[in-house]
């Protein structure tokens, strides 16, 4: 069984017709899908037990009993980082160091989680034009890769560009290719503690990208492997 | 169901009477038992196929037929690295970008298939003395260092010392203390292609390291870690 | 010519005995000597502008001007971490990010400016009993062990143990062997966008740890590798 | 003074119509203008003293006396890589675990030397279409990239695409979007013992691109790059 708590900002889809019309129930409930659908039943052979939360439930959703009983954590958010309180982003963090995975989507990458877990800006150049992306495989070896081909052609999507003021990724999987002539690391791998947490560039929110076949199939294999590991002791303090 | 192929140079266990006294079976048949003891069928659930290979044998019990059937393959030399033909090099090499996972022990790190994988001397510093030794985890989050306590200690050993001339690990997962005042990087990860590879310090052939239970447990969770994923397409050359 | 800022909380040597014995100017102007005395002329043929900041200045000493004149800022901080201001610790990482180095020393593990680029709680294990450590350079190559024998050796320390919970550094130089059985990474390499940080574990307050030739040369060393190089662009935002 | 030796396989030049009407006196010949010339002098403040060396010269060249003198080492090779005795490549291999730099330059990347250090088989896939390349900076802190723009553009060349079997590198510099719709790792850094390696894509025998003036820029600067530092001892064997 692995529990996992999708965690959507969830404005955009109500207060802007173009995502709305994409995702009608919001991006968290497309996300459950990928847990939820004929397609994990099929390929997985995992049980997933799927929750969602939302910026304008109290404590955004992330109280201290929904992050103690998740694996991992999926993370959607764009235009209001800021309002993401300290408090719940320390709470996220402390999680993460003792295990929990972490999956952090696409303009996210400004997030105050992920700002606090990697010690950079975060920052990127884009452009919002509706451009084909192609993210090759760059390690096929990995297994957020399995059973993916070469690589995963999205037809139109917003643009990301390096470069991509993230530390040096433990792992890259996934070089972009866009159209307009950029390249992007989509899809970086990091330990933070115990925690393990992977960067996924698809999914703007007026592109359908999570109805992807492959990237849901990405997904799945990132949460795969970034469930929590027993480990051993995370033993601190005076020694005798 | 996984496949272990364990080979061993299997010579002081014939020719050194200290040697053969802790192993009479040879080390290999001693780390058999690690996978086919009882301890493994309670731990781990998984099912262990386990075959046995030496140098004196044909091919040095490594054809291609083993070598393709092989999950995991573990690895302990030490007098003879120099006897181990080129061509079994090459093959194990070769299994191993392809995703066969491996396991170097202890005096394996002068073992040509080692060199060749990670292109360095693989020189480090040692003593014969006896003393004690204690492999830290530092880095209780890696799923080799599953249900370890903070350290496994080790009343008596050879000591190995840096400087230890290898590419700097993908991850480190315990360091050595010694007696005598050195340390070391015994729990070092690599990845070479799609193959994973681990190298455990202990497991001298005169003292009876591969029976302590911490040992043996290490070595069960490194052949979960090495295990083969299934990837994508390692596709190379012209393309149109 | 290189602009170093020697930041150090300076209590301890005001309110402690035993600390005020050891460094009685305080520790940042026992840093200071480091670069401005004889062996530094002798030895590097580089020129030092060595300045000095304090917790109790206003700004804590680290206006923007300070800060953009700064190459390498190093760090001793250990009482009164919470002291520090967020918004000096913004301006820190914002530098780093930009270029400047950065050394952080012994108990500055705990800084806030350290968490906050590593994104970890670096925690330890700790002990203060005065005994022996080693520590060995296991990065022969590093020019921060340019000069250095195999070996550095302390003969009366607080002990620092595994785990130590900070990212895996990209280059790890230092491996200290404790006299009471532990061992620790003394010596980490990181970079934070064009920003290189080198943590160093000695320096107790009091035990005259930095007035040992080999750990001066170890800060001069550090120093000449965290100075900012030129670059390339670093652009971000919107792209035409 | 750093001491630079430019080898060349020297074939195609002597062979080829389309390569000697490019590089009509070779392309070591070629690259040394990359040290020798007025940008050089200009620019770096360093004084260099190139050398050649090409297959057909006996010891190809690469004596012991020459390798001994040699700071850093430049490799192209392409058609003829078997022809290198494997006595040189030993040579080689030697020197740069004890410091020696090593550049290894576009089809190099399967030549004995790099497939040795590197321990995988360096493959990768290609097109030889004259479409247009952009190799961008990924990593603007990295002193590879001393002065360069967002890009380096390059109007006509050969693709080289992923998946590249190469261990993932320590820093990755530059990453190439080709027209076509592929990326590749064009920069990557390692280290294998006390030895710098920068493997840079650019280069084919029949473009030009050694006349580009910011991959002559980057030539100059992975050279400063990997010069040998002095380090510590790099002592093994028994120890008492």
Redesign the interface.
């Known amino acids: 069984m692995c529990t996992i708590t999708i965690w959507n900002e969830f404005r955009h889809e109500r207060e802007d017709e173009e995502a709305a019309a994409v995702y009608p129930d919001g991006i968290h409930e497309a996300l459950a899908t990928v847990f939820t659908g004929e397609e994990a039943e099929i390929e997985d052979g995992i049980e997933y037990d799927v929750r969602t939360a939302t910026l304008d439930e109290p404590d955004h959703g992330l109280t201290e009993d929904v992050l103690d009983a998740t694996d991992v954590l999926l993370w959607w958010g764009h235009e209001a980082h800021d309002e993401v309180e300290d408090e719940v982003v320390d709470r996220v ?1 402390e999680r993460v ?1 003792e ?1 929990m995975g972490l999956l952090v989507l696409h303009s996210a990458h400004y997030s105050k989680v992920f700002k ?6 975060c ?5 919002e034009d509706g451009g084909t992306e ?1 993210l ?8 957020i ?6 690589f995963i052609e999205l037809p139109e999507t917003e ?1 990301y ?5 993230v ?2 990724p ?3 999987v996934f ?4 159209e307009g ?3 992007f ?1 989509s899809g970086c791998c ?6 393990r947490i992977f960067y996924f560039r698809p999914g703007h929110e007026t592109y359908p990208i999570y109805e992807n076949a492959e990237v849901r199939r990405v997904l799945r294999n990132a949460v795969a492997w970034a469930s929590p ?12």
Request: negative net charge; aromatic residues 10%.
């Open positions: 963090q160091l295990g606090r877990l990697l010690g950079t800006s920052s990127l150049q884009w452009r192609r090759w495989v760059v390690d096929p070896g990995h297994p890769a399995d059973g993916l081909d070469e643009m560009g390096e470069p991509f003021d530390p040096e433990d792992r890259l070089t972009s290719w866009f002539g950029e390249v690391r990091y330990r933070r503690g115990s925690g590991t027993a480990g051993a002791p995370r033993s601190f303090g005076e020694r005798e």
